[in-house]
């Protein structure tokens, strides 16, 4: 905002000093990242460190590496396959299981095959052209179904009353408001 002549002597006259009407005067912009950094006010962002990875092929079949957290030491070795239980070598490692590979007279087959399903109604929920509504349509809408909602009533629900004597009563009466 810029101060005019006439303004800039009114706040002088009321006892500011000049600088102080200068620095109300001037914008202030906020100051750039870079330099703020440099002055030390933010902490740089550290870089990551790389870990080191084994590719010696004997001490990975003998040893289980990575397995030593402390600085001293090494890690421990590994044992023959019988020590270990069966089950160990069963584990599925390659992913997901497919659909094809399950028993369909289980129940793990029904409930992957309805995990799935869900899936693809969700995907297919998702690309599914959504209404465009107009201003204040939405409203309309509300009034609409309100309105198709009473017109049906008697017709879904029970009113109490015989559809028709309601109608020989309307013809006796002459009533014309349907």
Known sequence: MRLGKFAVNS???QGCTRSTVLHTWKRQ??????????AGGLALQTKKKKLPVETDPEKLTTLCCGSNILREGSDVPLG????YPDWLWELRIDGRVKLEDLDPSTAEY??????????????????????ELRINEKDKLKKLRAIMFRALAGYHYDPGVPVGKALQDRKRNKLEFF
């Open 110 to 131: 029904w409930e992957f095959l309805h995990h799935e399903a869900l899936i693809h109604q969700n995907k297919l929920r998702s690309k599914a052209p959504k209404p």
């Open 29 to 38: 912009y906020a100051r750039k990242a870079v330099a703020a950094a440099a």
């Open 11 to 13: 706040l002088l006259n």
């Open 80 to 83: 023959p396959d019988s020590d």
